[in-house]
């Protein structure tokens, strides 16, 4: 399974971007989707994941209420909408896949290649 993030770019303080995860590869049948990401110089953090079959979603407090999960089962895609964003968002943004449901990164065992996000004050 070969995972593809797209989307990222430059966006001004209080905009907005949709982010996208296409899979390929063998029969894709995760249990969770999750997006992470990675601010320079800090660790990678969990941002949200979604249950492939239920649609049911979680997120990090930093962005409940700002982000949404979803995913479209018949396209094998997964989405990150990121509304009222600010210069704390900036990052690069990454999807992986995971057997479970979990914040933690060691559970998740595909990853993509990473999308820059750069808010702008």
């Known amino acids: 399974v070969q995972l593809q993030a797209s989307g990222g770019g430059l966006v001004q303080a209080g905009g907005s971007l949709r982010l996208s995860c296409a899979s390929s590869g063998r029969t894709f049948s995760p249990y969770a989707m999750g997006w992470f990401r990675q601010a320079p110089g800090k660790a990678r953090e969990f941002v949200a994941v979604?249950?492939?079959?239920?649609?049911?979603?979680y997120y990090a407090e930093s962005v409940k209420g700002r982000f949404t999960i979803s995913r479209d089962n018949a396209k094998n895609t997964m989405y990150l909408q990121m509304n009222s964003l600010n210069s704390a968002d900036t990052a690069v943004y990454y999807c992986?896949?995971?057997?479970?449901?979990?914040?933690?990164?060691?559970?998740?065992?595909?990853w993509g290649q990473g999308t820059q996000v750069t808010v702008s004050n």
């Open positions: 992986a896949r995971a057997s479970y449901i979990t914040y933690q990164e060691q559970a998740y065992r595909n």
């Open positions: 979604v249950n492939w079959n239920t649609g049911d979603t």
